[in-house]
Nanobody
Framework: QVQLVESGGGVVQPGGSLRLSCAAS????????MSWYRQAPGKERELVAS??????NYADSVKGRFTISRDNDKNTVYLQMNSLKPEDTAVYYC???????????WGKGTLVTVSS
């Protein structure tokens, strides 16, 4: 069982920045693929970004604006969000998964609101 705790959400104006953090309770953090998903009101949950030991992937809607990174010594994954738009408003969830054959663990989410 992996516990995930997100932080860093809040209210920001369009064009602003936020950094989300997700702390994981596992001694083998480095082998997990970590991802950020988001769900906007009335919309389906979507994958925003993922990071494994060797690669990163981004949704087209956030490429060039968001950066996912990880600190394996701190068991933490980050999502740096720049040039935020109102359509980025959503609850952002952190996930952890060892492989496609394993269960995916979810955090409880953190709310990001982009509004003037």
């Amino acid at each position: 069982q992996v516990q995930l705790v997100e932080s860093g959400g809040g209210v920001v104006q369009p064009g602003g920045s936020l950094r989300l953090s997700c702390a994981a309770s596992t001694l083998t953090f480095s082998i997990y693929t970590m991802s950020w998903y988001r769900q906007a009101p009335g919309k389906e949950r979507e994958l925003v970004a993922s990071i494994s030991s060797s690669s990163t992937n981004y949704a087209d809607s956030v490429k060039g604006r968001f950066t996912i990174s990880r600190d394996n010594d701190k068991n933490t994954v980050y999502l740096q969000m720049n040039s935020l738009k109102p359509e980025d408003t959503a609850v952002y969830y952190c996930t952890a998964r060892r492989s496609i054959y394993d269960v995916m663990y979810w955090g409880k989410g953190t709310l990001v609101t982009v509004s003037s």
